[in-house]
């Protein structure tokens, strides 16, 4: 049986990601800050509290693990440090960890723009989390949705680290579904880095905004 470790358990994407991966039988560690905030754990999975920048904590829960995939906010950089400095140590080499779109000025026209004026302030620290990961030795993928939605439907496409970003919006379920693909099928996408959206949602921003 696989044992993925999820950091950042109680985000809103992961809260599918755990749901669809329970159904596939995978063994799960749910690693929050505050497990008062996680909502329908399956029976069978293992909860550890701690905080991602704790470098024993996340040691100690990346131990024995098959995969990691972590969706975190914050400070996002030290955070990528310690998740790759704890796998490098213990061995564990499958990661999936999820940034943002524009880290790489990929957004094209009125929308990268738009996109840049809502969350440049914070593009730095994802850039630096995605660089830290991939001059490392581990196995990663990096994911960077588009701005998310709550449909309930699994509609995405991708694009790489050198194509412009397509489309405005994608579901947290679809990000999700794409996670649960690469977790269970570990050797899709290995050391690439996606931009993550709806086909069909191109625009000058989100239609929900």
């Known amino acids: 049986m696989t044992k993925v470790l999820i950091i950042g358990a109680s985000g809103q994407i992961a809260r599918w990601a755990v749901e669809m991966l329970a ?20 029976d069978t999975a293992r909860i550890v509290e701690g905080d991602a920048c704790d470098e024993k904590a996340v040691a100690e829960s990346v131990r ?20 790759v400095e704890a796998m490098q140590t213990q061995g564990v080499q499958r990661l999936v960890f999820v940034t943002a779109l ?55 496409e991708v694009t790489q680290r050198d194509e412009p970003f397509k489309g405005t919006e994608v579901s947290r379920k679809s990000v999700a579904a794409l996670i649960t693909n ?13 931009g993550v959206d709806k086909p069909g949602t191109d625009g000058d921003r989100p239609a929900f905004m």
């Open 182 to 194: 690469i977790i269970i099928s570990p050797d899709k996408w290995s050391r690439t880095n996606l």
């Open 64 to 83: 024995g693990q098959d995969i990691v995939y972590a969706n975190l906010a914050g400070e996002i950089d030290t955070q990528a440090e310690r998740i």
């Open 102 to 156: 524009g880290i790489y000025d990929e957004v094209p026209g009125a929308f990268g723009k738009w996109n840049r004026r809502q969350i440049g302030s914070v593009l730095e620290t994802y850039r630096a989390a995605a660089d830290t990961i991939e001059a490392s030795t581990v196995d990663y993928t990096i994911l960077r949705p588009a701005w998310l939605t709550d449909d309930d439907e699994i509609s995405y």
């Open 23 to 42: 159904e596939k039988g995978v063994e799960l560690t749910l690693f929050v800050r505050d497990a008062s905030r996680l909502i329908g754990v399956p």
